[in-house]
């Protein structure tokens, strides 16, 4: 099974339009199945949350050595 993804708008008749060149990859009248990914109200604070408690839970206090690392090469 081959997948496609694609950013889409449902339109107001309720249709989502399939980009030409991903048609031109589909022969006519070929079954397709569909999943459709809906971001909740406040998905991307969520998601920014969890990234930054993600990264920071690989921070280790010996990385402490780095946060100056910037201003003692510029002297």
Known sequence: MKAFEFQAQVNPDG???IPAD???????????????????PNEEAVWSRLTSEQFL???????????????A???
């Open 15 to 17: 249709t989502v339009a």
């Open 22 to 40: 991903l048609c031109k990859q589909i022969s006519p009248n070929q079954a397709v199945r569909v999943l459709l990914l809906i971001a909740e």
């Open 57 to 71: 839970q690989g921070y280790d206090a010996s990385d402490a050595i780095y946060d100056n690392l910037t201003s």
């Open 73 to 75: 090469a510029q002297n």
